[in-house]
């Protein structure tokens, strides 16, 4: 799903860029991507910079390098849901006659709502695949050497990929 909605975003400035510099009849207009009056590079710079975070970031959990934190998963739950909530609110104030401009750019509108599913997914994945106890103060007597002191459990059924195949600690 990570790499769903990072291509998903990566498509959408592409096609920006590409209607700045050439126009293609078959995308929107230039105009119908710019949701704000920033300049367009600093928005394009923006965008660069959410991309160089998403794309590494997915093929990191893809590959299990990125150990799921309850704490974190958490907090992107609530970040992403408050992100969220203001895009979908900003949709909705778009469909009333006579709004501004802003709020009428419905293809800005729903990016927004692709990148608040990346921070959600991103969430649900850390608050899935982590150990309850992780939020609780590791105890010494079980921390294994490296680590920090939380292990990934799957749940009945279920398999992990590779890289986050943790066992529990066994205890005397």
Known sequence: MLWLLSLLFAVRVLSQAIQFWTTVPWLPGFQSFQGSGLPYWLLLSAQALILTFVVPHAWRVQRGLVEPRRGRGGVLLWLGGIYLAGSLGRIAIGLVPGAPGWFRAWIPGAFHVV??????????????????????????ATRRSGTTG???VPREGETLPMGNRRRRPHHA
């Open 115 to 140: 990148l608040a599913g990346y921070v959600l997914t991103l969430g649900a994945y850390h608050l899935r695949l982590s150990d309850p106890a992780d939020l609780a103060a590791p105890d010494p």
């Open 150 to 152: 939380s292990s990934v």
